[in-house]
């Protein structure tokens, strides 16, 4: 869909005591998108960023917050999310709650809904919500930990929504999450935005070099 990939710096791995720093950084350098992790302890056992985190991080009004909900029970949070401000809300197929009737409840909103799946969940399991979502969540890594392996065997899954979106005439963006790089991009052409943490904060020459260098689809 995009001649260049859209690069989503992760929070997870930036300073979080200089956040509104590290934002204006990676927006200088580049990017629109901000990709937000949010976790619940249960869901997966690390315990990250909520809605009054991105309530606060919304004073920087040309952000795209995109936030990846890795939560039990979204249905108990997605109204502080929307309050909050999040351009983007991000469900988990494998999350308790009706999944059609929360992305409608976040569509309504007027709000961008999302869907992902875990590595090892097939893709079968998301085929239903397809038609209705505007981004599709690749997870590459196990969901939880930042600094993770890509993982080369959901590749299939980037390739394939691709495949349906264009049989289908549908419009979602195919996101990729986990152990992304300079180097494991080269496998990802088919995707539109990729998220990467390490790469981008803890890149040698800076973020400007990191996001130019997730940027170029070659």
Known sequence: MTDQFIPAPSLLSADFSKLDREIADVMAGGTQWIHVDVMDGHFVPNLTIGAPVVKSLRKIQSAYLDCHLMIEEPERYIDDFIKAGANNITLHVESQGDMATLIKKIKTAGVDAGITLRPATPLSAIEPFLSEVDLVLVMTVNPGFGGQSFMEDQ????????????????????????????????QLTRADVLVAGSFVFKHPQGYQQAIADLKEKS
């Open 155 to 186: 590749v299939a899954k980037v390739n394939e929504l691709a495949e349906l979106r264009e049989a289908n005439g549908w419009n979602y963006k195919i996101q990729v999450d986990g152990g992304v790089t300079d180097k494991t991009k080269l």
